[in-house]
């Protein structure tokens, strides 16, 4: 064996050596910092989110080394070299990137949705998320353009790609236009605070949830379990309802057409019962008014309220189903009817069989009448 092959496989067997010591110390240290995220929860996270990348990164370390040191200087020492570097880029972003990942969830832990007032926590969510997703992107961005600056050819394009920059920039602008519209509309979303993670919202007639946001798509959950997603470009610029921007609580109608009979007062005292005897109730509005008058019906209108948007579509179907028992069990002749009445014939007198009326008409036949005549038409012809 060649003392060049001895070189390579010597350096390769220590190679293996180094990788698994680096293999045994990863292990040790991410043990020890998952116990020490017990106190800690950032050193908890970062176990949880960087052995993996740590590991590929530790390896194209040692490979990098290895081949500088064992491969002779020639084509395959310069072309593994550059693949070697390559990918030490990319896993060093990847390993970064889940630095980032790892500081998110731990200030995420600390803003608790699961309460009920959690506006705060859901607007610092949305816009830690928003953030490391910006942040991250950036790092893919400049880890891309380390790679391709390895590239001899594209160093020495440089200066005249520099040359006309202006133009590029332009035309680059205009094809990423819809991109950056919703990115910066996503950027938007973080910091105006229109909008947050779980908020209820109305948006294309559809009711639902916003599920997760990111720099070029809003995900709403629909109440039927459906994904309706949004450019966000597309979202900030039409209108839509946010039913818990300021506070979850609503108020909701149950309107019943009804006889005119119908003692109000009583199905006043009716509703109050039903909103007392349910736990969807907050105890705020409990309020019957007649909104209404036509002729045939009376219009009444329960306003109620309850702690969020679901909990308030449950209570008035609760209410509108019990008032409906209500008024057929105890009011049953106030439920709306169609109503006719029959009318006696009475015999129609024939035109000849009349006497004269003097006061049906204008012109003639009575005094004043023949006066006018005369005063519009002049003598009546013999």
């Not at 292990?27 to 050193?43: E, F, H, I, K, M």
């Not at 509309?185 to 946001?213: H, K, M, T, Y």
């Amino acid at each position: 064996m060649s003392g060049s092959w001895l070189r390579i496989v010597v350096a390769l067997g220590v190679a293996a050596v180094v990788f698994g010591l680096f293999l045994a110390v990863e292990y040790v240290l991410r043990r020890v910092l998952r116990r020490l995220g017990q106190r800690a929860t950032v050193l908890g996270e970062l176990a949880e989110h960087i052995h993996a990348p740590l590991r590929w990164f530790g390896a194209m370390v040692v490979l990098r080394i290895t081949v500088l040191v064992a491969l002779p200087t020639g084509s395959w020492r310069n072309v593994t070299s550059h693949v070697l570097t390559l990918a030490l880029i990319g896993t060093g972003a990847w390993l970064l990137a889940g630095v980032l990942t790892a500081i998110e969830q731990t200030m995420l832990g600390r803003w608790r949705v699961d309460v009920a007032d959690n506006r705060h926590a859901r607007r610092m969510q949305t816009q830690i998320r928003l953030v490391r997703r910006v942040i991250v992107a950036a790092i893919a961005v400049i880890a891309l353009g380390a790679m391709l600056m390895t590239f001899p050819g594209l160093r020495t394009a440089g200066t005249s790609l520099l040359a006309s920059a202006g133009v590029i920039g332009a035309i680059a602008a205009l094809a990423a236009q819809s991109l950056l519209g919703n990115v910066f509309a996503g950027l938007q979303i973080a910091f105006s605070d229109a909008i947050r993670l779980d908020d209820v919202v109305i948006v294309e007639n559809e009711w639902g949830r916003v599920e997760d946001i990111t720099l070029t798509y809003l995900v709403v959950h629909l109440w039927d379990d459906r994904r309706l997603v949004i450019p966000t470009a597309q979202f900030m610029s039409q209108p839509f309802e946010n039913w818990t921007r300021r506070d979850a609580a609503l108020l909701g109608t149950v309107e019943l057409d009804v006889d005119w009979t119908l003692p109000v007062d009583e199905m006043r005292d009716e509703l109050r019962r039903i909103l007392e005897s349910t736990d969807l109730w907050d105890g705020r509005v409990s309020v019957l008014q007649v909104t209404d008058a036509t002729h045939t019906l009376v219009r009444v209108r329960a306003l109620v309220s309850a702690v969020d948007a679901g909990t308030l579509w449950d209570l008035r179907c609760l209410v509108r189903e019990q008032l409906v028992q209500w008024v057929r069990g105890k009011h049953p002749y106030a439920v709306p009817r169609l109503r006719a009445e029959q009318v006696p014939s009475t015999p129609v007198r024939r035109v000849e069989d009349s006497a004269p009326d003097h006061d049906a008409r204008v012109f003639g036949d009575s005094v004043d009448g023949l006066v006018r005549e005369h005063a519009f038409n002049g003598p009546r012809k013999a």
